[in-house]
């Protein structure tokens, strides 16, 4: 049977889903200026991820992933979250108490996964917290999963230690590295990479600054996503999931909407085009920071 494009439909499912999964992906973030990857203009079409989006490449050449990364980190520090960030912000605030049948409903907020590292939908939420208790907001943000990582996050590869921070240039050398210079990439030397600044621990002794070289807390090809777990715990239970804006080619995440039918869930998407994910039961074509207010509104 052909998906429905109806909003009345999708917003009584919606109300009716105890439990509601959102999995986004870089078409989320397209009307906030962040290049997609298979799309026009795709970011895979111009790279080769087996040269900078690997472990490997990382090890091999250092120095080219970092400014491959700087640049995009740039983009993402300097783009603002859309209205479907918003909407979906909205919705993970929302109270599911109010649903039509309260007898049935849970409180917990959707859970929320992203495949996208640009802090955008972090940002959408931290833009609601006025409306709600630090807990709540808490709350919310641990049912938001980054799984491939963040930008704005780095591990050391040598002490493990992790670090958020919106800073940027992570390093002097980095600096003007931009899209454009990285036509023609720079032979940076190690030392002048982003370095640890965290405490080195030899057992219980702690050693000033590790030194070591970070690295992006981005999940590369090959290396596991985040929060699998949980996410694979709540897709038996998901009534309803939402997948806005993602090409459905990448594993694991393009087999998430197989596993919520299966169950005899709902899953709806929200893409330019139909995507390779066409057993859904809504299918809204067109840019997501349009049809997502309307269908969340
Ligand atoms: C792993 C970070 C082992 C780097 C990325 C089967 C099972 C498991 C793994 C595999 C498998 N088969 C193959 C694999 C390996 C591989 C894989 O899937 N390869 C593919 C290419 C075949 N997977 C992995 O390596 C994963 N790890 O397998 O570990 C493991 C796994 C589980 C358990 C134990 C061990 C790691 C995958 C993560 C790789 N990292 N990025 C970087 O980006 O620099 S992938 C990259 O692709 C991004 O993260 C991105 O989010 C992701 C998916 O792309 P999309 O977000 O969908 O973007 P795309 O451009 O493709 O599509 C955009 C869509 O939006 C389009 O449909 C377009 O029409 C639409 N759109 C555009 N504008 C709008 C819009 N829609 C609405 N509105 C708009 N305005
Ligand atoms: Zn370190």
């Known amino acids: 049977m052909a998906p429905s494009s109806d909003y009345k439909e999708f917003t009584d499912s919606l109300a009716l889903a105890k439990r509601v999964v959102v999995l986004a992906g870089a078409g989320l973030s397209a009307g906030s200026g962040i290049p997609t990857y298979r799309g026009v203009g795709g970011l895979w079409k111009k790279q080769d991820p087996k040269k900078l989006a690997t472990l490997d490449a990382f090890k091999r050449d250092p120095s ?5 990364y700087h640049y995009r980190r740039e983009l993402c520090l300097r783009a603002q979250p859309n209205a479907a960030h918003r909407a979906l912000a909205e919705l993970s605030i929302r109270d599911t108490r109010n649903r039509i049948m309260p ?39 641990n049912r938001l999963i980054e799984m491939h990582g963040s930008a704005f996050r780095t591990v050391c590869t ?12 992570l390093s ?4 003007d590295t931009s899209e454009v210079s990285f036509e023609t990439p720079r032979d940076i030397p190690i030392d002048q990479l982003p370095r640890c600044g965290g405490p080195e621990w030899k057992g219980s002794n702690r050693y000033a600054k590790c030194g070591g070289l970070l690295r992006p807390a981005v999940v590369w090809f090959g290396e596991v996503p985040e929060g699998l777990g949980e996410i694979s715990k709540e897709l ?5 999931l939402i997948v806005v804006g993602t090409s459905s080619l990448v594993y694991p995440a393009a087999g998430f909407s197989k596993t919520v039918r299966e ?18 039961d809504f299918m809204f074509l067109g840019p997501c920071e349009e049809t997502l207010p309307k269908a969340l509104g």
Not at 108 to 128: G, K, M, V, Y
Not at 158 to 169: E, G, I, M
Not at 271 to 279: F, K
């Open 172 to 175: 002097p050398a980095l600096a």
């Open 103 to 141: 007898s049935l409903t849970s409180t917990e907020p959707p859970l929320f996964i992203t495949q996208n590292f640009d802090s955008l939908s972090p940002r959408a939420l931290n833009d609601l917290a006025d409306q709600l208790t630090s807990d709540e907001m808490k709350t919310v943000q």
């Open 64 to 68: 080219l992933v970092w400014q491959f």
């Open 263 to 280: 169950r005899g869930g709902k899953v709806a998407v929200f893409n330019l085009e139909p995507s390779a994910d066409d057993t859904c």
């Open 158 to 169: 040598q002490c493990k230690h992790v670090n958020f921070t919106y800073d940027s240039p």
């Open 236 to 240: 038996n239970w998901t009534d309803l």
